[in-house]
């Protein structure tokens, strides 16, 4: 699947110009979604109803509104123009920032029972291992998804980062801030029981260390 890196101005693309996002402005949208900041995003509603075919959110919302086409959402612009950018794009952006731009995206999908989001951010996910440098970015996404398959196969990578980036003495407190809790303990606790947590003088065998894992309960 090709990925296109998000690029930051289309975030406030000519918002202060127009209360309509430039990138979300089809005058035949039979919706208007209406961000918490008054920015508003025209889309088609079978674009939200498509992302979530077994729920009755997106229905139920669109029926209590019968009378007036705007639904207004509690997110600011930023972030529900990277909903949308998930929900209508063929080709979804890359977030390099990882959790600071995942986690709202992945929350909105959730409130709102958007579980083809969830799968498409799954798959980026799995396309930035492509990138070996990612392996960390990739398992604090997993971490957030709380989806234990993705983390392994990202833990699985960790040969290719520093190994002292993800020990508990060495990692730093914005680094794990990134990652839940009960996978960033799960991670140590498989390392250990693997018996490779070391002072750095062995090689840490992470195909056995991701066989070992499960989040912390």
Sequence with gaps: MPLKKKDESDYSQ???QSKVHPLYNDEKADITLVSDDGVQFKVHSYYLKAMSPRSSVFRDMLHITSTSSNIEIDRPA??????????????PPVLLNEIADYEPIINLARRF????????????????????AFAFRVFCIASRLDDVRLAKCAVRQ???ISHSFVRPDKISVDAAKKCSLPYLLGLYRAMAVAEQLHSGEHEVDWVKVAAKFSPAA
Excluded at 78 to 91: G, M, N
Excluded at 113 to 132: G, M, Q, S, W
């Design 14 to 16: 000519g918002v202060a």
């Design 78 to 91: 930023k972030v529900l123009l990277l909903f949308l950018d998930y929900v209508c794009k063929d080709e």
């Design 158 to 160: 960790f040969c290719h």
């Design 113 to 132: 029972a958007c579980n083809r989001v969830i799968e498409r951010i799954k798959l980026v996910a799995l396309c930035l291992l492509y990138e070996k």
